[in-house]
């Protein structure tokens, strides 16, 4: 599952120590992957890479099978813009 997070952040630094947030790149959030590995996403038929720049989710969602936070360009991507939906179930591939 992946969720994502926004402007309530721009510019916070990230956990990689090096890169501020943007949620208008193709980034994300995990506990499973190095920071700088790029992902593959795929929802619905339609895909984005994303950069690994941070960690996350919320513990307490990670628990619960939530493994992404996709920054909100990212998510809007494969949901047609609709950011309203919130959680969606993805397919994740690591491509480098």
Known sequence: QSSWYGEKYRGNMCADGKTRFDPDKMTCASWDYPFGTVLEVKYQGKKVR?????????MRYYRKGRRLDLAKAAFAKLTDGNTDIGIITVEIRKVK
């Open 50 to 58: 994303v950069t690994v720049t941070d960690r996350g989710p919320a």
